[in-house]
């Protein structure tokens, strides 16, 4: 402590800035390419497919992509929120089911689109309300079990409702919007890109975006500084129902019908789509662009997989090991951000 | 001259055991109030009453001489008190210009609601870099506070306080985890901010920097101010056996 009598320090000579230093500029660089690591590994994917594929890049292959990962992308958009914040929502794949049969139900009645389209994405924002006020008001430590019921509850509710069986029909708006497309561009692809917009509004230019960051990093220092957590954790889950109902929107358009068992295991997929895009399980942190990556890299394995009528059983496993890898790259990259910290602590004080 | 903070009798119990005890305190304009003390002392409750985090049970807080209504950390805030907490209450995830600015964005148009209006990134960016500037906090991009080291963390932690405090920093342990050079760093910016005319009030076991930087020391044990006196050379020991109890 007899140190502190001498005034400003040694260290103020030794390496003035950091950036100088080539050790530390080769962590800077590292770091960098773990980051971008999510889009580089779509890359890498995508040429290496369309080298030893040739019918990849054809426009139909292309466009049967963008349809394919529409759902997987729509779902993973609202995810992303869910996971920022430092939750899981494991009922969005019942919740396409739910809201593709309830629409399907209104249809038999009530032949107007606008009326099916608001009722299947009500009921969709419906079940992640439910979600976020039961989580919530009722102050479940942890999301996972809450939405394991709704998983469970969303499911049983559409077998019930559709009497386990598919209710063919659907207006011919959301056949257009789920499975028509303009030449060979899906229509969909559309539905992915607008929401992906809205979805990067809302996360990086308004004061929600920034609270859902804040909540997700630190929620004790959140609720210090005066946001409200509460409230901000209600609409993450009803906005991730609300990208639900879009999602069973597209199903139904795409099968021409409600089907109380679609979106099976489709909340594992939305969950591997945004680890995939590099966000942190522990929340704080991941973006719209990489969980769309994310989404992409699950589409193209599977599309590749089937044009080379590998057995669909290989694919889920494909899928597990590009997850792993994944969760791998954080951890490395928990490591390179230690050792930054460790530089910074050395050079500047 | 009248202080910018003044407790008078503050009391706070916890069921049968007794926080504070009728203290009194006061800081004034380009001062540093050390408030020492060991663990139990009743420093953290008094602090946690000034932040809002508590409210008194009895007793007055006063600023300019007109008394205070403290019953959230937010009224804290309004009256220009705030408080570096001991775990920095950082958001590591986030630049420094986002924690700067957390749960007081700006950003437009008014007539929205404040969740969906627009943030003014640029001009929180810009502030935010003027403050870190002013107070000689340097990093060196603007990367996630994550990122950072222990006491460019606590730099910023600081400097966000400071930012923002126009009457009054509270500063807990704000040494606490940090190495030699580091804490000269913060302890020089301490008194930058006294320099500014702000009243700080620091808690600290260390005191070879509470010697160094306080203009005034007050000596807490088991929720009553026992002692208050400058500190030296002199005193030092004089404080030591306040701290420890009388018969030491």
Same mark, same amino acid.
């Given at each position: ?349 | 001259? !009248? ?5 008078? /009798? $503050? ?5 049968? &055991? *007794?926080?504070? @005890? #009728? +203290? ?20 953290? !409750? ?5 932040? /809002? $985090? ?5 007793? &007055? *807080?006063?600023? @300019? #001489? +007109? ?182």
């Amino acid at each position: 402590m007899a140190d502190l009598a001498s005034p400003v320090e040694h260290g103020e000579s030794r390496g003035s800035s950091p950036a100088a230093d080539p050790r530390y500029r080769l962590l800077q660089a590292a770091l960098f390419g773990l980051r971008a690591g999510p889009a580089l590994i779509l890359l890498v994917l995508v040429v290496v497919v369309s080298l030893t594929t040739p019918v990849f890049f054809t426009s139909r292959n292309v466009g049967n992509v963008f349809s394919q990962t529409a759902v997987i992308a729509v779902l993973g958009l609202g995810q992303l929120l869910v996971i920022v914040s430092r939750g899981i929502d494991l009922s969005v794949g019942s919740t396409v089911a739910l809201s593709g049969v309830v629409g399907a139900i209104v249809f038999l009645h009530v032949h107007s689109a606008a009326l099916v389209i608001l009722v299947i994405l009500g009921t969709g924002l419906a079940v992640g309300l439910a979600n976020g006020l039961v989580f919530v008001l009722g102050r479940v430590p942890h999301p996972f079990i809450v939405t394991l019921a709704s998983l469970s509850i969303a499911r049983g509710l559409a077998l019930w409702a559709a009497n386990g069986t598919l209710i063919p029909g659907m207006p011919g708006a959301v056949d257009t919007l789920g499975g028509g497309s303009i030449d060979w561009l899906p229509y969909s692809f559309f539905v992915v890109l607008a929401l992906g917009l809205l979805t990067l509004v809302l996360t990086t230019f308004l004061v929600w975006g920034r609270w859902l960051y804040a909540v997700g990093g630190n929620p004790d220092g959140a609720r210090r500084a005066g946001i409200p957590v509460g409230r901000v954790l209600v609409t993450v889950y009803a906005l991730s129902g609300l990208a639900a109902g879009v999602g069973g929107l597209l199903t139904a358009g795409l099968i021409d019908a409600g089907s109380p068992t679609s979106g099976d295991l489709a909340e594992l997929d939305s969950i591997a789509a945004v680890i995939i895009g590099g966000a942190a399980f522990a929340g704080g942190r991941g973006n719209v662009g990489n969980a769309l990556v994310g989404a992409f890299t699950i589409g193209v394995i599977r599309n590749a997989l089937n044009l080379h009528n590998v057995n669909a059983f290989y694919q889920l496993m494909a899928i597990g090991i590009v997850v792993l890898l994944a969760v791998e790259g954080d951890v490395i990259r928990g490591h390179v951000e230690n050792r930054v910290r460790l530089a910074r602590a050395l050079r500047h004080g | 001259m !009248t202080p910018v903070l003044a407790v008078r /009798g $503050a009391t706070k119990r916890f069921g049968a &055991v *007794v926080g504070l @005890d #009728g +203290v009194d305190l006061e800081v004034h304009a380009g001062e540093v109030l050390a408030l020492l003390g060991d663990n139990g002392a009743g420093k953290s !409750t008094l602090i946690k009453c000034l932040s /809002g $985090a508590l409210a008194l049970d009895r007793g &007055v *807080v006063e600023m @300019d #001489g +007109v008394p205070v209504a403290i019953h959230s950390p937010a009224d804290a805030r309004s009256l220009g008190i705030e408080t570096v907490y001991q775990d920095l209450a950082l958001f590591d995830n986030l630049r420094p210009s986002d924690n700067f600015y957390a749960g007081r964005e700006h950003a437009t148009p008014q007539w929205l609601p404040r969740s969906i209006r627009v943030l003014r990134r640029r001009e929180m960016a810009e502030t935010t870099r003027r403050t870190l500037e002013r107070l000689q906090v340097r990093l060196d991009d603007g990367g996630a506070v994550g990122l950072l080291s222990g006491g460019q963390r606590q730099g910023v932690a600081v400097a966000r306080a400071a930012a923002f405090a126009s009457r009054v920093v509270i500063l807990d342990e704000p040494t606490a985890a940090l190495g030699i050079r580091e804490s000269r760093r913060v302890l020089d910016l301490i008194l930058r901010l006294r320099d500014e005319g702000r009243a700080l009030i620091v808690v600290s076991h260390a005191m070879d920097h509470v010697m160094e930087v306080a203009d005034r020391a007050v000596v807490m044990r088991r929720g009553r101010k026992v002692g208050e006196l400058v500190p030296s050379a002199e005193t030092h020991s004089q404080i030591v056996s306040l701290i420890v109890g009388g018969g030491a």
